[in-house]
């Protein structure tokens, strides 16, 4: 006889379960759902000596425990379906028209106190992290596209836009063609300055907003995660000095692992940007 899909069989054990709690005798439960007598009080002995709880209920439905994936309470699923469906295929329709490169930019920040992951230690001894409380924190401005480029900038202080100005400035001069910048939709990214600015230089560059509040479009997110866990990862900076060197470090290696940074395009969500 043909055996049952592993699904089937256990929504046929629950279907039984829920029979039998309902007050049916294992005679009329075998002749409703196509078992022996036997096969039905065997499934309800096995259920019996298992114990029933949300947990066992929710795996035997095909449920595992999963972490949630983030998404903002602000974000606009209109807004993504349309950058998803129409914005992002433009920009690069318009990009294929010449000589043009997409980069995926944004910034990020870091603190000297900021301590992450795990150590060893024996057991029942819990390992303590000494950060230093004279907080430095460092900023970092930086652009992949995903034919693996990669320009960046250290930031020295809060994030104005004189200062943001300076960055795209440097992707004209480097690029060999014009330059479509994607970014998020943060304020200082729309300040009057920085509009007048790109007012002036629109045969050099073009700026492009991704939906607000939805960096999970960004393929910039893999960078970032790449530099905060092996910042993270070293013994914690005592001086804005030593976190800067840090910074450095990292990225100049990164400049150097093109296929690294090809790899954040192929991560689910960023795929479509590959």
């Known amino acids: 006889m043909r055996k049952r899909p592993a699904a089937a069989q256990a929504e046929r054990r629950r279907q039984v379960v829920g029979l039998r709690e309902s007050g049916l005798t294992y005679d009329a439960i075998a002749a409703q759902v196509g078992l022996t007598r036997t096969g039905v009080f065997n499934i309800c002995r096995h259920f019996a000596e298992q114990g029933r709880t949300a947990g066992t209920d929710l795996a035997r439905w095909g449920f595992t425990a999963q972490k949630p994936l983030r998404r903002a309470y602000e974000q606009s699923p209109k807004a993504v379906r349309r950058w998803l469906r129409q914005d992002d295929s433009a920009v690069v329709a318009q990009a294929r028209g010449g000589k043009r490169t997409i980069f995926w930019g944004d910034e990020t920040g870091l603190r000297s106190a900021d301590g992450r992951g795990r150590s060893f230690a024996p057991r029942g001894v819990t390992p303590v992290m000494r950060p230093c409380h004279k907080r430095a924190r460092l900023g970092l401005i930086s652009a992949l596209t995903n034919t693996s480029e990669l320009r960046w900038m250290v930031l020295e202080g809060a994030l104005k836009a004189p ?44 700026v492009f907003h991704l939906p607000a509040y939805s960096p999970e479009l960004n393929p910039y997110e893999g960078l970032n995660a790449d530099l905060k866990h092996a910042v993270t990862r070293k013994p914690p900076a005592r001086s804005k000095p030593e976190l800067k060197r840090a910074v450095i470090s990292h990225m100049r290696r990164m400049t150097k692992l093109p296929e690294r940074i090809r790899s954040y395009f192929r991560h689910q969500p960023f795929r479509y940007a590959a």
């Open 163 to 206: 200062r943001l100005i300076h960055f795209p400035g440097r992707l004209i001069q480097e690029a060999s063609g014009k330059v479509f910048l994607l970014w998020e939709n943060l304020p200082v990214h729309r300040a009057r300055a920085v509009r007048d600015w790109l007012a002036e230089r629109k045969e050099p560059i073009e």
